[in-house]
Each structure stands twice: as structure tokens, then as C-alpha cells.
């Protein structure tokens, strides 16, 4: 499937994002618009570059970047609630991106075939109050993620 999509949300908006390729999932999160985070993630020394690679273990990288499908939700009114009570936005993004891992890697959401290379050993909040609220929203962008990578979502367009 080919296609594009549509990015919206200031400059310094929050967001969650998923890369798909072939048979792996990359999960992040930006305080930022995530095009900007993309093209990081694409550089030879980008976290999804070398995450792939490791997954690959000196395959050929070529077929995975041929596939790739980039998909983000906006998190400025998502964690409205919750952020002033942890002096802005990044520590409920980082849960919120720690949560999606979780239901994705055990419940098997997009297959069983995929993989998650990404993780959150390193960003996980480790005080954080709000893991029910951030459980019910994660499930609902993954219920929204789900839609958006249907063929005839009205948020892809085909070339």
C-alpha cells in the first residue's frame, strides 16, 4: 500500500507515533511535531535505523525501508487533564508510549507475526499517578491506530 496522510497540530505538540515496516512495529513519542522525529529516525545513527539493523542482524535493510508507513495521534487534548499536575506534557506522552508497548506486545494487536523493536526501559515515569486514565486512553489510540491503517481510511490516500 502506498499513500499519504495527514500530520495535524502545532510545531510543539505531543504525539505518539507508530512505524510500521514489513513484520515490525517502532512506538514513540515526541513533544514535538513527529516529522521532525521521523527523519531522525531514518539517519544511519536514528534509533529505528539501528534497532532495525539489530533486529535484522546484518540482513538487508532495503525491503524494510521500501515498506515504511508512519501513523501519529496528538496528545495535546488526550493528557489536557493530567499534564498540568506534571509540569507539561513529556512525563504523560512517556506513559503513555510505555503503556502502548505493553498492550501491543501482549495482547499481539497488529498480528502475531509482528515485532516491536522499540522500548521503554529508559523513558518509562517512574511517578506517576495516572496509569488507569493513561490504560484507557492507550486502548483507544490503539482502537483509532487500527482504523487509520485500513486501506479505505478516509485519512489515507492512495497514490
Not at 513484520?23 to 513527529?34: A, L, N, S, W
Not at 531514518?42 to 525491503?63: A, R
Request: charged content about 20%; aromatic content about 14%.
Amino acid at each position: 500500500m502506498s499513500g499519504s496522510g495527514i500530520v495535524k497540530g502545532g510545531y510543539f505538540t505531543p504525539h505518539v507515533y507508530f512505524i510500521f515496516a514489513h513484520d515490525v512495529i517502532y512506538i514513540g513519542e515526541t513533544q514535538h511535531i513527529p516529522v521532525r522525529r521521523w527523519s531522525s529516525h531514518l539517519d544511519k545513527s536514528g534509533s529505528f535505523t539501528k534497532k532495525l539493523n539489530n533486529y535484522l542482524d546484518g540482513g538487508c535493510i532495503q525491503p524494510y525501508l521500501n515498506s515504511l508507513s508512519f501513523f501519529s495521534i496528538s496528545c495535546f487534548e488526550l493528557l489536557r487533564d493530567m499534564q498540568s499536575e506534571y509540569c507539561g506534557y513529556r512525563i504523560p506522552t512517556q506513559a503513555l508510549e510505555h503503556k502502548l508497548h505493553e498492550i501491543v506486545q501482549s495482547k499481539g494487536i497488529f498480528g502475531s507475526n509482528i515485532r516491536v523493536i522499540s522500548e521503554t526501559k529508559k523513558t518509562a515515569p517512574r511517578n506517576f499517578f495516572h496509569w488507569k486514565e493513561i490504560e484507557d486512553i492507550a486502548e483507544s489510540c490503539i482502537t483509532r491506530m487500527l482504523y487509520l491503517r485500513k486501506e479505505d481510511s478516509p485519512f489515507v490516500y492512495q497514490l
